[in-house]
């Protein structure tokens, strides 16, 4: 089975001892977020065929990163890496740090081992598609040979993603907006040129209808191909996306919704940073659940 660790919080920059912990013991408990049943992830080497790793920060999950490698069990490493303005984004490291990190990623793991996740794409008055065209040629050039694959999607407008950049909005007079598809098709076509000149691909991370309009590939997160690429010898798993137009091979996230502290405004996996805050404050490293307390 593959691992995902984790789309719903950011396991290597908050969780690394907790993540140590259960590799180790050969096992992690999750709780189902939507019907709150209580299973087990088997986490021996001999069951994982791969992990993928989602973060902003991996500085604090290198050692544990090594210690996944000697055992020879392949990974690739998502970092988001955006640039926004702290207004959006609180306490994300930033980008010239994430780019040294994934610049050694690649020295140490090889050409395949992570993507590049400009992700999403928030359009607002302090974000217009001027600053994305900007900020997006700045980061293309400057991990240009470092990665393959710039992986992104505009941000969804869930409800409680609303209801937190309407109070950054109200708070600072920014404003934000949900831009149709013309708008979208502009933007995106204009960003896939600017990676390509990189020598990156731009991907896009379950955005149907922008494939269909753009003709640019659709992302595949969890991708057997990549990590059969850093393991060299193949990985197998099905299709199974969690969602229309996902095209990730089978997984299990390891990872709980409302934990990562981050604070970035648009997150659609917390619904207030001061309960992500106090969750991951009382988490408990050697806990067989990332996070014991339920909402």
Known sequence: MIISASYRTDIPAFYSGWFRARRRAGFADVVNPYGGQRYTVDLRPQAVAGYVFWTRNLRPFADVLAEVAADRTPFVVHYTVTGYPRLFDRSTVPPDQAIADLTALRERYGARAAVWRYDPILLSSATPPAWHRETVAHLARAVSGTVD???????EPYRKTRRNLDAVAAASGVAWWDPGLEEKVDLITDLAALTRAAGITLTLCTQPALVEATGLPAARCIDTTRLSAVAGR??????????PGCLCAESRDIGDYDTCPHGCVYCYAVRRRALARVRYRRHDPAAPLLINDRR
């Open 234 to 243: 193949p990985v197998v798993a099905r299709q199974k996306g969690n969602r």
């Open 149 to 155: 694959e710039m992986t992104t999607s505009f941000m």
